[in-house]
């Protein structure tokens, strides 16, 4: 199972660009890797999925090495309300693990 | 696209008394539901796997017999915590799979206070 590891905080300003790392060694082959955004008293909401190299959508991208031991949510041009907990979630259907989460603090 | 919703989103009951949670795919249907706990400042903790038409996979440390999870049909789960104690009070959060890769999509969560 691919257990996973993050910082568990990061701070940063209105207007820069953020980089959260996990870290997933023992990620198996079949193994997809999911990053969510949580508020408080809200459930997870789905950011952005990829399997290996480069993804991109409106909101985020993801950098996944070659080896897939690592992934990188990149999140450009943060503001006030992206101050959240993010969470990866690598695995597949049947056995996946979700790690402690990262929370990020963005100041004015 | 893959909206899921819960519902009560807050329930307050008294000890002693059962409560029954709904997990619904709206727009997809959903062989597989989870079932996750968290406590504040703290990760999901999942605790059951819901397949529709077959019995529930618990994790090590759940109580099946606490926690009954009916799974009827392929856009409805439910979870039922049965003689709720306080410290079952925790916020209650459901996905379902939707998608080729395992993707899971929660719910808004239900908070429950057991008084």
């Known amino acids: 199972l691919a257990k996973t590891t993050q910082p568990i905080s990061m701070d940063s300003y209105e207007g820069q660009e953020v980089n959260i790392t996990c870290s997933h060694n023992?990620?198996?082959?079949?193994?997809?890797i999911t990053w969510y955004q949580q508020f408080p008293s809200q459930g997870p909401r789905f950011i952005i999925q990829?399997?290996?190299t480069k993804v991109t959508n409106e909101v985020a991208s993801l950098f996944i090495p070659a080896d897939r031991k690592s992934s990188t949510l990149s999140l450009p041009r943060v503001s006030l309300s992206d101050t959240a907990v993010y969470y990866c979630l690598v695995g597949d259907m049947s056995r996946f693990y979700f790690g402690s989460g990262t929370k990020l603090n963005v100041k004015p | 696209g893959a909206v899921v919703s819960q519902h009560p989103s807050r329930v307050i009951c008294k000890s002693g008394t059962s409560v029954k949670i709904e997990c619904r795919s709206l727009?997809?249907?959903?062989?597989?539901m989870f079932w996750y706990r968290q406590f504040p400042k703290q990760s999901l903790m999942l605790m059951a796997t819901s397949n529709e038409g077959s019995k529930a996979t618990y994790e090590q440390g759940v109580e099946k017999d606490k926690f009954l999870i009916n799974h009827a049909s392929l856009t409805l789960s439910t979870l039922t915590v049965t003689s709720a104690h306080p410290e079952d009070s925790s916020f209650y959060i459901c996905s379902a799979i939707a998608g080729s890769t395992d993707t899971q999509y929660f719910g808004p969560g239900t908070r429950l206070t057991v008084l």
């Open positions: 990829g399997y290996k």
């Open positions: 727009d997809f249907q959903a062989t597989t």
């Open positions: 023992n990620i198996a082959t079949n193994d997809y």
